[in-house]
């Protein structure tokens, strides 16, 4: 009993450690975002009150000469810069929204900016040790009907098909998505050590409904599919990594950036469309859970990896045009330089509060829905 109860404790432990690294890498990003508006501010003159990595009750604080307060709060799940002035009129001429609207407005995208440049560097590095992300054919079911020669064999790594460069298990949906049984599709891969072209015959429609329908995609493709006791995909698919040159991989960097960025606007018209369930998306909580055991199953990979993702998320989200984030910032300030003057500053804190509120609770019920 005592060797088993160790047992459960070191994996107990071991996960707690996967969900630590998690943590501090949602906050690491969330740091950059925020380090982006501190800087930005600094070059502009922006009078500036508090950097905070963190929120709730402060474990660390020092006031600088200038009164800046630099502090760290003691949830680890968010972070702030607060400037004078950002949220009512203030005489001082180093407040925010006496700035000019254009270095405002700067100032709110550089949050989202260091998040992307910062993922592109991570991409870059993940690229550089692993090589660049690509999709294996691990384990085919050797169900196409029209043989071996026009079928993907085991450990055939997808570097294009359709023409179309496959990072991402999505792109490879995208390339041939809506295509029918039968039909060619060009495939550049990695097959024994060698790059070649070959045509594969599709062994059944390629008719998505979502990004989830890996089901789909493993018929048409002829990859082993399975869902285990509890209702988990198992597919035949891996992601792996080629390496390249130099320059060939900062550009690749950027490519696959973009390809993240893609991810998230398609999950978005998804959403609106209907073709993708509320009970898809996750909160905070569910973020970092999925990084943990990401991590704890992929390694530095898949710790840069979730890193690039979440980075790029950010900078996506925070542009969005919503109450509370960047992007709606960004829009009032756009009204305030076409009209001549504000709207209401008191009206303009209200409706940010009301975001500000309705993001954390959706964020919260997506990840309650999830326990039930």
Known sequence: MSFLYLASFGEAATYALYILIAILMLLLMITV?????????????????????????KIFSKKKKNSEIF?????PLGGYCAFCGEDKDADDENAFNNKKPWQRIIVLIAGALMNYLTAILVIALMFGLYGHSAIMAYETSGENPYGAEYSLQERDVIIKANGKTVYLITDLMNAVGGKKAGEDVDFYLLRNGEFKTVKIKLASDAEFKNLEDLDALSRALGIYYSVDEGGNAVSGFRTTGIKFGFFAT???????????AGTVFTVFRQLFTGMLGINSLGGTFTTITVAANAIKAGGLWSLLNITAFIGVNLAVFNLIPFPALDGARVVFTLIEWVRGKPISRKAEGIIHTVGFILILAFALLIDLQRCF
């Open 33 to 57: 975002h925020e380090a982006g508006h501190y800087f930005a501010g600094k070059i502009f003159g922006f009078g500036i009150e508090e950097f905070s990595i963190g929120f709730g009750p």
């Open 71 to 75: 502090s760290v709060r003691a949830i």
């Open 250 to 260: 900062i550009g690749r960097s950027f490519e696959y950036s973009f390809k993240l």
